[in-house]
């Protein structure tokens, strides 16, 4: 019902910025939230951002001040804006959508985007 797809990441040095994109297709407007996590090797895949259908976002305690995400809810299209970055960012970035199909709430996920910090 919903395909996603991130793009944007890539190699850069501490202290450096990177946006990441987020593309949604099919039923878009199903979705209700859509969020940012990240994977590094070894570790579990944590939260990084959420923003919801209302523009309510939350972040977690390790990118706020440095992290911002937004979206364009028309082309269910959504970002997260990353400055300040830290050796300790570095993992795969994955978008998920929470969209709803019938009476029931489903989740999607894209394929990931590798980030790198590092001199």
């Known amino acids: 019902q919903v395909q996603l797809a991130e793009s944007g990441g890539g190699l850069v040095q501490p202290g450096g910025s990177l946006r990441l994109s987020c593309a949604a297709s099919g039923s878009i407007f199903s979705i209700r939230s859509m969020g940012w996590f990240r994977q590094a090797p070894g570790k579990q895949r944590d939260l990084v951002a959420i923003?919801?259908?209302?523009?309510?976002?939350t972040y977690a305690d390790s990118v706020k001040g440095r992290f911002t995400v937004s979206r364009d809810i028309a082309v269910g299209t959504m970002y997260l804006h990353m400055n300040s970055l830290k050796p300790e960012d570095t993992a795969v970035y994955y978008c998920?959508?929470?969209?709803?199909?019938?009476?029931?709430?489903?989740?999607?996920w894209g394929q990931g985007t590798q980030v790198t910090v590092s001199s």
């Open positions: 923003i919801t259908s209302g523009g309510s976002t």
């Open positions: 998920n959508a929470a969209f709803q199909r019938g009476l029931r709430t489903e989740n999607s």
